[in-house]
């Protein structure tokens, strides 16, 4: 993998952030599109995506311009704002999964919100978004967000009107300090 950005600007505390992290993928040949209709988070969401290495970036305020060039150029990942005037982000994301229009329905999508609440991050998940993320957001979980829809190999699940990531995730051994806290809080049979 291609080397991460470095920097004393990104080192949080003691931990850092984007260094150790950036350097597991090389983010230089994703191409990333955002749509949000705030020229400042445009603005801000690009210059983190240089930071971490992304070169191929294209930034849309206007919905129906994005849809456009979604048709036939469909980037890696999509920063997609839910918020925006008709069409708003859930307006698109159906688009992208249902329409059979865009050139790839199975786009990777970070649905991008100032609300966090747990009905809008359903309608999100279960409208086929891959990932949620609330605004303002620090550059770790922006980072974390990048590299989970990397990592997330999940296939995707249509029926009829439903095109979405798979919900199911694969079940995870547990350590023996977790088995032990486990057999403690359930009661065996």
């Known amino acids: ?4 950005p470095t920097g004393a600007g990104l080192i949080r505390g003691n931990r850092p952030c984007l260094d ?3 350097s597991r993928h090389d983010l230089a040949i994703l191409k990333v599109s955002i749509l949000d209709d705030h020229h400042s988070v445009r603005s801000m969401f690009s210059a983190l995506l ?11 305020s206007d919905p129906v311009k994005a849809i456009v060039a979604l048709q036939t150029f469909p980037p ?14 859930m ?11 865009c050139a790839d329905p199975g786009l990777p999508v970070v649905m991008l919100t100032g609300f966090g609440d747990i009905a809008r991050v359903k309608q999100a998940r279960d409208a086929g978004a891959n990932v949620y993320l609330v605004k303002p957001a620090s550059a770790w979980s922006f980072y974390t967000r990048i590299a989970g829809v990397i990592e997330d190999q ?17 079940e995870l051994a547990l350590n023996d300090d977790q088995e032990e806290r486990r057999a403690s809080l359930v009661p065996s049979p």
Not at 1 to 4: F, K, P, S, T, Y
Not at 91 to 101: A, F, P, Q, Y
Not at 154 to 170: E, I, L, M, Q
Request: glycine share 14%; aromatic share 12%.
């Open 50 to 60: 240089r930071t971490l290495g992304v070169q191929a970036i294209t930034a849309y």
């Open 20 to 22: 150790a992290a950036a």
């Open 154 to 170: 999940r296939s995707f699940v249509r029926t009829g009107a439903y095109f979405s990531p798979d919900g199911r995730w694969r």
């Open 1 to 4: 993998m291609g080397a991460g």
């Open 91 to 101: 307006d698109v994301l159906n688009w992208i999964r249902k329409s059979g229009e």
């Open 76 to 89: 890696g990942l999509l920063f997609l704002d839910r918020d925006m005037r008709p069409p708003d982000g």
